[in-house]
């Protein structure tokens, strides 16, 4: 069955993360924002309509590989966090969104994106630990708002 078709790229409440004319759709604008083999992977699934099995002997992997490789990138690209760091809106500093994408949406270590913007580590794990409470106060503003409305 080609990926299209399958579930594994779609969201939980079924929307299809492929527009029906075939434009770009925010997930694509997400996936393109990760590492290339990931990038490739997901617009080859998408885009190019190929099967797991196709998809398995583009990268040299069995398609069981394939599969499970799609459902960790959509757990990436559908994580509320990376949502909300990429939303238009998003209060952030610039800096650290730029920081919260490249650790969890791309999955770079503290370490790797010290270097890359020349932080020192204890700077990078407080910008990470400072988006993860912004996100929790996110969340339970938008739970006490959805209790609030009953």
Do not use: N
Not at 49 to 78: D, M, N
Not at 97 to 109: C, D, M, T, Y
């Amino acid at each position: 069955m080609p990926i299209h078709e399958s579930r594994v790229m779609e969201r939980v409440d079924g929307v299809t993360p492929r527009a029906l004319d075939g434009e770009p759709t925010v997930i694509l604008k997400r996936a393109r924002l990760l590492e290339r083999d990931d990038r490739l992977l997901v617009e080859l699934a998408l885009q190019g309509r190929l099967s797991r099995r196709k998809l398995g002997e583009v990268f040299h992997v069995p398609a069981g590989t394939v599969t499970r490789r799609l459902q960790r990138i959509a757990a990436r690209l559908y994580d509320p966090l990376v949502v909300d760091l990429l939303d238009d809106t998003c209060p952030i500093a610039p800096e650290y969104r730029q920081i919260g994408v490249e650790h969890f949406l791309q999955r770079l270590s503290i370490a790797t994106i010290a270097g890359k913007h020349c932080m020192r580590l204890a700077d990078v794990r407080a910008a990470i630990h400072f988006i993860r409470g912004w996100h929790r106060g996110i969340r339970a503003q938008r739970e006490w708002t959805r209790v609030g409305r009953r």
